[in-house]
């Protein structure tokens, strides 16, 4: 008796094509609810993802928010501090950094659960996150 495999009956281009629309249309879907969604195994659908679309699941980037106006009072600022290091107003000055900042996150994020599928790294979307001025603590 000869064995026939499955998945080449239901992995076939209007199959792949089918994977590639729903994809297309909301890259951030898990494969497990493509494939409750298809009715098919997980499996099937990494195998599509993988092998036949050539896509890989990226973690979404998180970035701070900047405007233009932040950026330059950032380089301005910045410049003004190197400057007072290299120049101090009293000799032998103690200088203390406090990390403590609280943001505000606009959206929030789980690098294990949200992830996206593309076929490069660059197409992913970063995640912008504001500052909360009411809270900072500098």
């Not at 590639?20 to 609810?33: F, L, N, Y």
């Not at 009715?39 to 993802?49: A, P, T």
């Not at 009072?73 to 032998?92: A, D, M, S, W, Y």
Request: glycine share 0%; charged share 30%; proline share 4%.
């Amino acid at each position: 008796k000869k064995h026939e495999e499955c998945s080449d009956t239901t992995r076939n281009i209007q199959f792949v094509q089918q994977v590639q629309k729903i994809v297309d249309e909301s890259p951030s879907k898990s494969m497990r609810a493509i494939a409750r969604d298809l009715n098919v195994s997980e499996s099937l659908i990494c195998r599509v993802v993988h092998e036949d679309l050539r896509y890989s699941s990226y973690v979404m980037r998180r970035e701070q928010f900047m405007s233009a106006q932040t950026r330059e009072q950032r380089l301005i600022r910045g410049k003004r501090l190197l400057n007072k290091f290299k120049h101090p107003e009293v000799p032998n000055m103690l200088w203390f950094f406090s990390d403590e900042k609280n943001f505000d996150q606009d959206q929030k994020i789980n690098r294990r659960n949200d992830r996206w599928l593309c076929s490069h790294p660059t197409e992913v979307p970063r995640v912008m996150h504001t500052k909360f001025p009411a809270t900072v603590m500098v």
